[in-house]
């Protein structure tokens, strides 16, 4: 696979077990879930963010490492992606995990989808644009975000639970960030963290809601 995989994603292949652990025991994974899956040490962090929610709805899910995390917490999720593909990867990982019975899979659009959908958190980690998304100085929500502004996604996700995670690039815009707090009024309690493997900030996630600290 390393041999067809493009060049810019070969970094990303060499770095597979930080992505899986379990990546020997039959993971499938495409070229875009090699630079688009959450790094498993960050997602298991994530996933133990929103401890005490019931319900998580994991609204571009890909190839499941999100998923996979949250469900290793012992909460319900709901994972969705437009891509047929890649649901049958994630329904796969999960059971190398010995998590699929707590994840119900849904192939569709999570914006069509929204109006029927109810949870506790949602989990937000759209396509962030490809491996050139690391060539911007700062990244903006508003035009480089697929397939929607990230305004206009966060305001779906509010309609759908109360709280919210964003994970997004560690070159965000942090202003943009803050602002999204005040889609909602009153203001949402929002928490802003850089995500780290190895010393290395990998990627920032926003937090909030009930699931943003309240320190």
């Avoid at 990303?12 to 379990?22: E, G, P």
């Avoid at 190398?96 to 989808?113: C, E, K, T, W």
């Avoid at 491996?131 to 206009?152: H, N, Q, V």
Wanted: hydrophobic residues 40%.
């Amino acid at each position: 696979m390393a041999d067809a995989i493009h060049r810019d994603v070969v970094k990303y292949w060499l770095r597979r077990y930080s992505l899986f652990s379990r990546f020997d025991e039959g993971i499938k994974i495409d070229e875009e879930g090699l630079f688009s899956v959450t790094p498993e040490e960050i997602a298991k962090h994530q996933a133990a963010h929103c401890h005490g929610a019931c319900t998580v709805i994991d609204a571009f899910t890909g190839v499941g490492g999100n998923a996979i995390q949250f469900a290793c917490m012992n909460l319900h999720v709901i994972a969705i992606d437009i891509d047929p593909k890649k649901i049958e990867y994630a329904r796969h990982n999960a059971e190398v995990y010995g998590v699929a019975d707590r994840i119900d899979f849904i192939v569709g659009d999570f914006f069509q989808l929204a109006p029927t959908l109810k949870g506790d958190v949602v989990f937000l980690s759209p396509p962030w644009g490809g491996p050139e998304y690391i060539r911007a100085e700062k990244y903006d929500i508003e035009t480089m975000l697929r397939p929607a502004s990230g305004f206009s996604l966060f305001k779906v996700a509010l309609t759908v639970a109360p709280s919210v995670a964003y994970f997004l690039p560690r070159t965000v815009d942090l202003d943009q960030l803050s602002q999204l707090s005040w889609v909602s009024s009153p203001p949402l309690p929002y928490e802003i963290e850089r995500n780290y493997v190895r010393d290395e900030v990998k990627a920032v996630t926003a937090y909030y809601g009930k699931i943003a600290s309240q320190k």
